[in-house]
């Protein structure tokens, strides 16, 4: 289980069970709330890292949610919904949201952006150094060794096998990949991903087997 909390707030219970089934899997732990109002009565006691919250709901929007839980918490929040106008973008961003993602979208979409936002409102309480298999890797210097001797990776190939590393036995999608290391503006493509994985195998040695293909998925990082 990921040490992460998401309160999903939309007033659609099949949405709430959709986006629950795809967080669940992916390890972090749910609550949930039918609208703005009863997310206030939530969100202190339970303390979430991110709310994932839809714009239009009765009783409370989820404008006017975001207005109140800004006033009194840090807490980051990614708006849900299925205006995708520029006008209400910017609305979202400049109360506070930190990503805005229109309906529909797909599993690996939601997942990207919700671990991006998490790395980057928590990264400052991540561990410096972590150290898994033969690796050390540390998160402020950008550096990595192996088996104590340095390896020279680009800002690139370091950001693939740190999050690769840091969530052991999990795949990732070349989609999420990009949205994570590459950002969520990028240009590039699925071949992307692929070529630096080869390059960064290569430096690796026979470590690099830790980076494993899952056919018609991604990638994910197994200890040998």
Sequence with gaps: MKPYTILIIDDEPQMRKLIRKFLQNDGYSIEEATDGMDALSKVYKLQPHLCIVDVMMPYMDGFSFARELKRTTNIPLIFLSAKGEEWDKIEGLKLGGDDYIV?????????????SVLRRSYQNNMSRVFTVGPFAIDHLAHTVTLDGSPISLTVKEFGLLETLARNEGRVYSRDQLLSIVWGDRHQSTDRTIDTHIKTLRLKLGEAGLMIETVWGLGYKFVVK
């Design 103 to 115: 309906k529909p979208f797909m599993p690996g979409e939601l997942l990207a952006r919700v671990e």
